[in-house]
């Protein structure tokens, strides 16, 4: 037996359903998407959900705030470019759309798709990374409408929207801890507290763990050098301003750039980019960039990933605001002319800081001999 | 097109439900069957268009072939004829595009010959496809066919709820529901076919989807070399013991479904196969409709079970063997096939016993671990089943049956029942509760799937007492006789004796949550290691 008004009551339940659901996720808001956007403390101020969706959440929201300037890059822009330090500056209204493990290859794949989805644009600026460089090709895609309108379809209607606008609501009640979330900018918030001493304890075991793909050997990456060669000609054509940051790089990494003999390959890209576009680099030597470890540090959150701070003296002096108690060569204009002194500056530098570290020098290279003794035993006979 | 699809479930069903209301109302009764044929041909075409030629050039040939069959004028040895031929058509088609590149690859595996193993595309659903049809030709020369035209054999092959997967239906099944089906009430059909459709889209993408995730993970941990703990691997081979059996069980209840929004009955084709007692009861409930098959085209033709017991048992090994090539060209489906031919000869031998029908097997307890035993056997077996080389399997099987106390053997249950069921702060956060991720196993520890996915624990316990005390869906709509081929007492005894706007609340809160996971919110895996 059926019921004659089964069907209606099939699709008007149907709607009282979604309307709860969208009220519900909408309110809580777990990726800060909503167009409602209430902040309600102890309810859904704290977004924990809102975190490692960047590929999901930076098209949708370039497309929604139509930002003058972008910018695109790794985990290190990510986690310590805050686009409002621009507030004010001819970068307004700025967006940080760099994505964690992006590659050049990305980066220009997804400028692309911020051309179409922001008339609006008018600068970029691309973080550079040298392991970028001298590692693999790591392709990227332009992203496709369907991809973008799925993406978008699924931050506001999913099963995972409600289960994590359920768990957004939970972590306000019962926890209220600041937590990790990407911030309305684009750029992570890292609750503070987290140690900063760990990472460069273990710098030598996991940069020469099997899990860390980064060569043991400098090769120079064509294919990410010509993504940076797509990413200049697309903006030379679509008459966007285009600025490439080259972002501080503490003694640990320099180390290891230095033993895996990059500055070869580092110099002849500096050069061959230098000669193209806009280059700025923030990684001379200076007391900011080898900021003694400490478990609480200024200027860094790890060996790779320099610290909010130091990411805003870094806008501060692209954009020209007043800094106060900056070393004077933090940043500098890279030209082809000068890129050589500027790699023989940065060896002489890493050859003292090797002096003055020696346990960490024992460490890395005790880590590295059995790495390659590990990696020999892999290799076939 | 799958059924667990936004173009299929917002466009293709709602504009083909329209149409077929619509055409309903022509005084020629021809029309909405005109409609479901067209509507199957582009459900079929939207994969690789390319291939509905195939389906089309197969339907004209088997065509031909029934008419020579139906005609009368042949003598019985001539039927018999082109009954051979038009098998060996068939079977040549699905050899051709499922079995040439495994034939290949075995052959210069042998001989050495260095032949290149082709690459064919499988047409989609050719396996049952093929079935059927062969069914439909031994019909014919068996005299069992009827209201035979080219529309409605062009009907009975393809429409669209049972074309790829199944059920492999008789044509005397679906031809005499043509006329009564343009006279039922659509609406009430409609509202009885969404209700088990929703129940089945449920059951996929609620619930084999999110094991699927955790079955994944396991067995390519497995195929990359990685290590898994005990408990892990035991957490992937349930997970895709449940994954198979939600995910089949979906299919069948969308395609009943589906069929009865259009007034047609399909045959039941599940009927909850981990509540059997016995490989036998298995093999009675787990896909009904290619054992009937087997059964009647293969088995009996060898001479089935009346040429005395080792040849009962030979023709048994023999269907399925080819059972289980039927599933696969490799040869781990046709051990898997074999194995289950074992065990089907081991449980024939034991009902031949008369220990076997003494009172002591009869209680419950004895029911309950007959239970357990068939659902243990059958799902070691998917071991076989789901492993793309017979090394993989050996290797699962080797993480399943430790024999150490080392930390990744039997500990490792401990690591999982605390993990699950008993870090207390981690259900207040809800990290990880009930958000499959998608795993990248080369990267993940030996106890990741039984310490780190949370839900992963309670999902499978509740997943579990779910398939072995919940009732099935044809017990809970057995009312209204949503399929062919039921036990009386399933449809006498129907939990719901009306469709009244509790249920319509509770269906809703279904589809919305289905269709709502279709899409998912998949974090960014560089954070989890």
Redesign the interface.
């Known amino acids: 037996m059926v019921d004659s008004g089964y069907l209606r009551a099939l699709a008007l339940s149907l709607a009282g359903w979604l309307s709860l659901y969208l009220i519900f996720t909408w309110t809580i808001d777990p990726y800060g998407v909503s167009p409602a956007r209430f902040s309600l403390p102890g309810i859904n101020a704290l977004k924990p959900k809102r975190l490692d969706i960047d590929r999901l959440i930076k098209p949708y929201e370039v497309w929604r705030y139509q930002p003058r300037t972008i910018f695109l890059g790794t985990s290190r822009a990510h986690q310590s470019l805050d686009p409002s330090v621009l507030d004010g500056t001819r970068f307004a209204p700025a967006y940080n759309a760099s994505m964690p493990a992006g590659s050049m290859e990305m980066n220009a794949a997804y400028l692309r798709q911020y051309l179409r989805l922001d008339p609006n644009l008018h600068t970029v600026i691309v973080e550079l990374f040298l392991p970028s460089f001298i590692g693999a090709a790591n392709g990227g895609k332009t992203g496709t409408w369907a991809e973008f309108a799925t993406n978008t379809v699924t931050l506001f209607a999913s099963a995972d929207a409600l289960w994590d606008s359920i768990a957004t609501l939970v972590y306000n009640v019962a926890s209220g801890r600041p937590a990790f979330q990407i911030e309305p900018g684009g750029h992570l918030y890292r609750p503070p507290g987290r140690d900063t001493q760990g990472p460069f304890d273990r710098f030598a075991s996991y940069i020469w763990s099997s899990q860390v793909s980064e060569p043991d050997k400098a090769t120079f990456n064509a294919a990410a050098f010509d993504a940076v060669l797509d990413i200049i000609e697309v903006a030379r054509a679509n008459g966007l301003e285009l600025i490439f940051l080259l972002g501080p790089s503490h003694g640990y990494a320099d180390y290891y750039y230095d033993s895996i003999g990059a500055w070869g390959v580092i110099e002849e890209w500096l050069r061959r980019l230098s000669g193209r576009a806009t280059v700025y680099s923030f990684s001379q030597p200076n007391d900011r960039v080898s900021e003694p470890i400490s478990p609480r540090m200024t200027y860094w959150y790890d060996t790779f990933h320099y610290s909010l701070a130091m990411g805003r003296d870094m806008l501060a002096s692209l954009a020209g605001l007043p800094t106060s108690g900056l070393p004077d060569n933090f940043m500098e204009r890279l030209t082809p002319e000068r890129v050589a002194s500027y790699i023989d500056r940065r060896r002489a530098a890493v050859k003292r800081w090797a002096q003055a570290n020696p346990t960490f020098v024992a460490q890395f290279e005790d880590a590295r001999r059995k790495w390659l003794a590990a990696a020999n035993a892999r290799m076939p006979n | 097109m799958l059924f667990n699809s936004y173009v299929f479930i917002f466009c293709f069903l709602p504009v083909v439900l329209a149409g077929y209301a619509l055409l309903r109302r022509a005084s020629n009764l021809l029309w909405p069957i005109i409609w479901l044929v067209l509507a199957s041909f582009v459900y079929y075409a939207w994969w690789r268009p390319e291939f509905l030629l195939l389906l089309l050039f197969s339907i004209t040939v088997n065509f031909g072939f029934g008419t020579l069959i139906i005609d009368g004028r042949l003598s019985r040895g001539q039927s018999r004829a082109v009954l051979t031929i038009g098998i060996i058509f068939n079977l040549c088609l699905l050899g051709f595009f499922k079995y040439a590149g495994f034939f290949v690859a075995n052959v210069d595996l042998v001989f050495g010959l260095h032949w290149a193993v082709p690459t064919i595309i499988l047409p989609i659903g050719i396996s049952f496809i093929t079935f059927q049809k062969i069914a439909f030709l031994v019909d014919a020369h068996r005299g069992l066919v009827r209201n035979f035209t080219l529309l409605n054999y062009a009907f009975f092959v393809t429409f669209f709820p049972q074309l790829i997967a199944g059920p492999i239906t008789h044509h005397s099944e679906i031809m005499p529901q043509i006329g009564p089906s343009q006279r039922r009430?659509l609406?009430?059909d409609?509202?009885?076919g969404?209700s088990i459709f929703v129940v089945g889209l449920f059951k996929k993408v609620?619930v084999a989807d999110s094991l699927a995730v955790y079955a994944d993970a396991g067995y390519a941990t497995v195929k990359t070399g990685h290590p898994l703990d005990t408990a892990s691997a035991w957490v992937a081979v349930l997970s895709y013991s449940f994954q198979l059996y939600y995910d089949f069980s979906a299919y069948s209840d969308m395609a009943v479904g589906l069929a009865r929004m259009f007034g047609f009955q399909l045959p039941v084709n599940f009927y909850s196969p981990y509540k059997s007692a016995s490989i036998i009861d298995f093999w009675r409930r787990w896909h009904i409709t290619l054992s009937r098959f087997l059964r009647d085209y293969l088995y009996i033709p060898l001479g089935g079970n009346r040429r005395g017991t080792v040849r009962r048992y030979l023709n048994l090994g023999i269907v399925m063997l080819l059972g289980g090539l039927w599933h696969g060209a490799n040869w781990t489906f046709v051990l898997w096939g074999g194995i289950h031919g074992l065990m089907l000869a081991v449980n024939h031998a034991w009902r031949a016993l008369p220990v076997s029908r003494s009172v002591a097997f009869k209680t419950r307890l004895a029911d309950g671990l007959a239970i357990a035993m068939t659902f243990t056997a059958v799902t070691l077996a998917w071991v076989l089943f789901r492993s793309e080389t017979f090394a993989d399997a050996r290797t699962m099987f080797a993480y399943l049956l430790p024999l150490t106390l080392e930390p990744s053997g039997w500990p490792s249950f401990w690591g999982l029942l605390h993990g699950q069921f008993t870090d207390i702060r981690s259900v207040?956060?809800?990290?990880e509760?009930?958000?499959p991720r998608e795993l990248w196993p080369p990267?993940l520890p030996p106890d990741y799937l039984a310490t780190t996915p949370r839900p992963v624990g309670l999902f499978l316990l509740c997943v579990g007492l779910a398939t072995f005390s919940f009732p099935n869906t044809y017990q809970i709509f057995g009312?209204?006789k949503p399929a062919l081929g039921l036990p009386d007492e399933t449809v006498a005894n129907g939990i719901l004796?009306?469709?009244?706007?509790r249920?319509?609340?509770v269906?809703?809160?279904l589809?919305?949550?289905s269709v709502?996971?279709?899409?998912?919110?998949?974090?960014?895996l560089?954070?989890q290691?």
């Open positions: 009430d609406a009430a409609i509202a009885v969404l609620v207040l956060a809800l990290t509760w009930f958000r990267v009312r209204f004796r009306r469709l009244d706007w249920i319509a609340v269906v809703a809160g589809f919305l949550l709502l996971r279709l899409s998912h919110v998949s974090p960014f560089y954070y290691f």
